[in-house]
């Protein structure tokens, strides 16, 4: 496991800019070489054979670099890649992705596991109640990837430090946008076109790493 998941870059796969096994595997052995926080598994596709054949990959990808994989919406697929994987694997839920307690019960408490918030302080509460590792909150900024997620002001990442778990911000960050998010107070900072949206996901990835360094000097 990575020596410290709580701040960094969280990377996000997207299975239209990765269309294919090749591209996605290539895209991740880059990502992981710039050593981000998270990687996340996101497929929205019902082909549970195609999540199953690249979710376990990367999990091995993962584990070998020492990056946790979390996996978007699917317990199930967090769970079977657990069992090989350990506390490589953990998951990630939003609002109609399953319940968040029963999660934990499975995964134990050893897991990641985190929780889409959106701008509402109310949700953060109750998923650090039912053993949430993170807190989520977006969109901060206007997302190719989500454009229809609702909006949140930056002021939220401070009302969310109470709460005593790693902030995500998510949602059309770069290497400017991020800065701010950063200087806002997140610990994480969730991208999916910033990273696999350029050509060489390692390269993207120390440029948001030196945007954050920058923000930590002001
Ligand atoms: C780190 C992170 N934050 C938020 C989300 C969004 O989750 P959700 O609202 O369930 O939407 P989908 O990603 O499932 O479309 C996320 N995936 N990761
Ligand atoms: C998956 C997702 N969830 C969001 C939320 O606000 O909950 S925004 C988002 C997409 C993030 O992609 P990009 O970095 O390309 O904007
Ligand atoms: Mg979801």
């Known amino acids: 496991m990575t020596a410290d998941w709580t701040r960094g870059i969280y990377a996000i796969t997207d299975a239209t800019l990765l269309p294919d096994d090749e591209c996605l595997f290539a895209a991740c052995e880059r990502a992981l070489s710039a050593a981000p926080a998270l990687l996340q598994y996101r497929d929205k596709s019902a082909d549970a054979d195609k999540r199953w054949r690249q979710a376990a990959t990367l ?63 109310d949700l953060a509460e109750r998923a650090v109640a039912e053993g949430a590792s993170y807190l989520a909150f977006g969109r901060f900024f206007a ?22 778990l790693p902030r995500v911000a998510i949602g059309g960050l770069d290497v400017h946008t991020m800065r701010l998010a950063r200087e806002a107070g997140a610990e994480l900072l969730a991208t999916v076109h910033a990273v696999f949206g350029a050509d060489d996901p390692a390269i993207a990835i120390k440029e948001l790493q030196a945007s954050l360094v920058e923000a930590a000097r002001h």
């Open 59 to 121: 999990a091995g990808y993962c584990h070998d670099a020492g990056v946790p994989l979390i996996v978007n919406d699917d317990i199930a697929l967090a769970a079977q890649l657990g069992a090989r994987f350990g506390t490589t694997v953990g998951l990630h839920l939003g609002q109609q992705d399953g319940a968040l307690d029963a999660a934990r019960e499975i995964l134990g408490p050893a897991a990641i596991i985190g929780a889409t918030c959106h701008a509402r302080l």
């Open 143 to 164: 997302s190719r990837t989500k454009p229809e997620a609702p909006a949140a002001p930056l002021t939220l990442l401070s009302d969310a430090a109470r709460f005593g």
